[in-house]
């Protein structure tokens, strides 16, 4: 395995950040992940546009996307795989033992791990815990992530693949890792970014490719839906046929069939939307 790290490839055991690296003592840093297939990835520049995003959130540099572009040809060269996980991390670099940032500049890393296709559905439960549509770091993507291990460790525990929060308001938000739709008599809805989600990439295609509608919902909208469905880079459409203690029957249903047939259609004839 070869890592991109600061400029450069190198091996797993030369790939190392310093312990005093801000988004190590303070989780100072953005993410992405972005799908691969064949060493192609996919919707990169989507990809490099919500980094800038996060990355400007935060206060932090704008990131170098030739630079970035450069480290992911490189690692996806380097580790030929079918279906990877392409990981571009993105942090505060060097940084005293404190909120207080460093001189050094940014820590950019780059790297790859072997993945296999989801199930074409899952079960997900929702949990206690709410997202704060109002906070510092609503909708950026921030290394900040001790919150959905928590919560994916809860859904673990009840046999699910993902958990599912509400906000402060009492609306349907989003997961740990991806975005949630639903189907209402016939229609595709999913929470509107105001709701406290992340702007998934896979979610902002989903809406344009299907018409669902961004609609403020009730967190118990997920006990009457008739379908329910997943968003996410590497879960792409992906059907739920259980909430908590309810079975959706016939999953995946028939609009939610037809949102993965438009998925896989039109991602696969263009592979930076």
């Not at 303070?26 to 995003?53: C, N, Q, S, Y």
């Not at 997202?131 to 291990?149: H, I, P």
């Not at 991806?178 to 989903?206: K, M, Y």
């Not at 459409?237 to 039109?266: N, S, W, Y």
Request: net charge negative; aromatic share 4%; charged share 25%.
């Amino acid at each position: 395995m070869r890592i991109w790290l600061d400029g450069g490839l190198r091996d797993p055991e030369s790939a190392r950040v310093s312990v005093f690296d801000h988004g190590l003592t303070v989780g100072d840093g953005i993410f992405e992940t972005v799908k691969a297939v064949h060493g192609r990835p996919f919707a990169l520049t989507r990809h490099l546009d919500r980094l800038t995003r996060s990355a400007r959130g935060l206060g932090l540099p704008d990131p170098d996307h030739d630079e970035v572009r450069e480290a992911c040809a490189a690692v996806l060269e380097a580790n030929p795989m079918p279906l990877g996980r392409l990981r571009i991390t993105y942090t505060g670099g060097h940084g005293p033992l404190g909120s207080d940032r460093g001189e050094h500049g940014p820590t950019l890393v780059v790297a790859l791990g072997e993945t296999t296709r989801r199930p074409d559905t899952t079960a997900v439960i929702t949990v206690p815990w709410t997202r704060n549509e109002r906070g510092a770091l609503t909708g950026l993507k921030t290394t900040s992530y001790a919150e959905n291990v928590v919560a994916l460790a809860r859904a673990h525990e009840h046999r699910a693949s993902e958990a599912l929060f509400g906000n402060t308001v009492g609306q349907l938000c989003e997961g740990t890792g991806s975005n949630v739709f639903v189907v209402l008599d016939g229609e595709i809805h999913t929470p509107p970014v105001a709701s406290g989600c992340l702007p998934g990439i896979t979610r902002a295609l989903t809406v344009e490719w299907t018409g669902a509608k961004e609609t403020d919902l009730p967190l118990d909208v997920l006990r009457g839906a008739d379908e329910v469905f997943l968003t996410s880079t590497l879960r792409d459409v992906q059907a739920v046929h259980r909430v908590d203690d309810r079975e959706l029957p016939g999953t995946p249903g028939p609009v939610t069939a037809k949102a993965m047939r438009i998925f896989d259609e039109r991602s696969g004839q263009d592979l930076d939307p």
